[in-house]
């Protein structure tokens, strides 16, 4: 299994947005709809052994919140609620899901619109293979991805060649802002490896492309 | 300089599309806005030493029309009007590129209004660093990539790993559906080379992702 987990630093986390602005209004929810298809979706098919894990608002929440909103969170893009929410689209369950951003963009808001549903840790599931919980980076890591090998994608890393392609692998990565502290330090003790996937430094879905094109190639030796 | 020429079989040659529906009304725009951010642009910059040429309409005219339009072609997605169309980005000299497909197919969009400009070989640059030309493949890769050496990309050639990498490379790729036999049989003629990027089939716009590393890296040697 591939697991790509996104942390999404300027992304909405409930539904009020407009899919006819999801660089602007929406906060750059572009991103991470083009995390999503990048690594869900190859020519005319969608890997089925892959998942792609969206943590957006207060990535440092534990999740596992009580299951009820304070009313307070209904802005659109706020981030500071102290609550995270993690989105996985699953490329075994998914369906409908088109290379577009804009339709990309509509099966999150699906998700976002039902997120008061996710209660403890249990997901709500508004479309299959769509799935909300509350959980932020840290019980994402601990409950998702499993026994998965944790590399984080980072520009000071280990150059990937370096590396022997794991077969369960979760990477972690960012948006289009570096993680903050209290990620890098969560990191730091929970990655078991950190590489770069060359000298530029990449959009994270091109940085998904390219760790996709690591792993089908076994380390760009199996063509 | 990296040149990718994409070769788009289900796309818009006038302006009369929605930026709402661009992977619908707008006959796969989509594929082909993805292509020209996958080709310029990287982690908070452009690549200032590539161009992304997107060959549109009916992609075997040998180009260099009369500059007038017959009145006929004002359908949207018209592909068999005899006249083909090729839009220019380069990345040394584009302006107000964002990594979203809506607000690229805008940029797009303003090329193909103004395509009755361009006349002959003479481009229409309707802003900086976006051409249009009266071109179809043949004439782009004669005209536009100088004597860089042609890369086909392609799922039964070479593995790229075998190859070393040109240091002026062009590109040829086509969106999601494959190239026409007349394609085909020019690029047999025309190509240098004929490579695969790995075992599985990409999207137009991921091979591009993982050509750029490929360069980047100069062979996946270099971190």
């Not at 209004?25 to 709809?33: I, N, Q, S, T, Y």
């Amino acid at each position: 299994m591939r697991e790509f987990v996104v942390v999404g630093h300027e992304a909405p986390t409930t539904p009020d947005f407009a899919l006819d602005d999801l660089a602007g209004g929406a906060g750059r929810l572009d991103v991470l709809c083009r995390c999503v298809t990048a690594g869900l979706l190859f020519s005319h098919g969608v890997r089925e052994d892959a998942r792609v894990h969206l943590v957006v608002g207060d990535s440092e929440s534990g999740g596992g919140g009580d299951g009820h909103g304070d009313g307070a969170d209904d802005e659109r893009g706020d981030q500071g609620d102290g609550q995270a929410w993690t989105v996985t689209v699953d490329g075994a369950r998914v369906r409908r899901l088109n290379p577009d951003e804009r339709s990309t963009a509509a099966l999150l808001r699906g998700a976002l619109a039902d997120r008061e549903e996710a209660i403890g840790h249990l997901p709500a599931e508004p479309s299959p293979g769509v799935e909300i919980r509350r959980f932020g980076l840290e019980t994402t890591l601990d409950e998702l991805v499993g026994d998965a090998t944790v590399v984080e994608l980072h520009e000071d890393g280990e150059p990937v060649v370096d590396v022997t392609p794991p077969d369960e692998v979760a990477f972690v990565l960012s948006d289009h802002r570096d993680f903050t502290d209290a990620e890098a330090a969560l990191l730091a003790d929970r990655a078991d490896a950190r590489v770069r996937l060359g000298p530029e430094r990449l959009h994270a879905d091109q940085a998904i492309v390219v760790a996709h094109n690591w792993l089908d190639t076994d380390g760009f030796t199996r063509y």
